[in-house]
């Protein structure tokens, strides 16, 4: 079974600084790769998705990298801002043919001010 | 924003009794999924939809039962709810195709409490 942690469950930085999240993955045999970001009592929204194929993919602030072989993927995130506050969760998809999706806990993001 | 929609919203109900809960879309999107979220457990994979009347277990299907009539809705089924169901319900759509969109896009959810 496919394990997906993320370290640290939570980081308080101070505006402007550049962060990287964490995540980690036991089996290398991945699909694509996906991070979300979770606002308080709302659903998750898309950031960023990565084939097995790719080594990065970027969208603006956020750039994602996939390290298949090691079983890690990174959400870098420039120049923090307090709207940058919330919580960051990656998904690993299995294959092609079952569509399953398999989530971190995530990480608990708070920018200040 | 993709077109999904969760009913209903908020529900407290009691142990034993039977409760459904909605998801629609509006995307015509391929899979749809359930998932529950609690704290510690990240998001888990209760059942998903590969298509009408196509339906497959997740990891953690014990007490739940789903159904999609159309493409458009996927019905979750707690048979008699329990305590341990107390959670946060997201439905997902994808359109799953490879070479295309395959994000996975979340609804607002639906939090269920279980007296």
């Known amino acids: 079974k496919q394990e997906v942690t993320q370290i640290p469950a939570a980081l308080s930085v101070p505006e402007g600084e550049n962060l990287v999240l964490n995540c980690s993955f036991t089996d290398s045999a991945i699909y694509n790769l996906q991070w979300f970001r979770q606002d308080p009592g709302k659903g998750l929204t898309s950031l960023l998705l990565?084939?097995?194929?790719?080594r990065e993919q970027t969208s603006g602030r956020l750039n994602a990298s996939l390290d298949k072989s090691s079983g890690r993927s990174t959400l870098y995130i420039a120049a923090s801002q307090p709207g940058d506050s919330a919580t960051y969760l990656c998904?690993?998809?299995?294959?092609?043919?079952?569509?399953?999706?398999?989530f971190g806990s995530g990480t608990k993001l708070n920018v200040k001010p | 924003d993709a077109g999904i929609t969760q009913s209903p919203r908020h529900k407290v109900t009691e142990t034993g009794t039977p409760v459904t809960l909605r998801c629609h879309q509006t995307e015509n999107h391929r899979y749809m999924y359930w998932y529950r979220q609690d704290p510690g457990h990240g998001l888990r994979l209760i059942h998903y939809?590969?298509?009408?009347?196509?339906?497959d277990k997740g990891e953690v299907s014990d007490g739940y039962s789903v159904s999609r009539s159309k493409t458009e809705d996927f019905l979750l089924t707690l048979e008699s709810a329990t305590s341990s169901q107390t959670s946060v319900y997201f439905c997902?759509?994808?359109?799953?195709?490879?070479?295309?969109?395959?994000?996975?896009?979340f609804g607002p959810g639906t939090r269920l409490l279980v007296l």
């Open positions: 939809s590969y298509g009408v009347k196509d339906t």
């Open positions: 998904a690993v998809r299995r294959d092609n043919n079952f569509n399953k999706f398999y």
């Open positions: 990565i084939q097995s194929s790719q």
């Open positions: 997902a759509i994808s359109a799953g195709t490879s070479g295309g969109d395959e994000t996975q896009y």
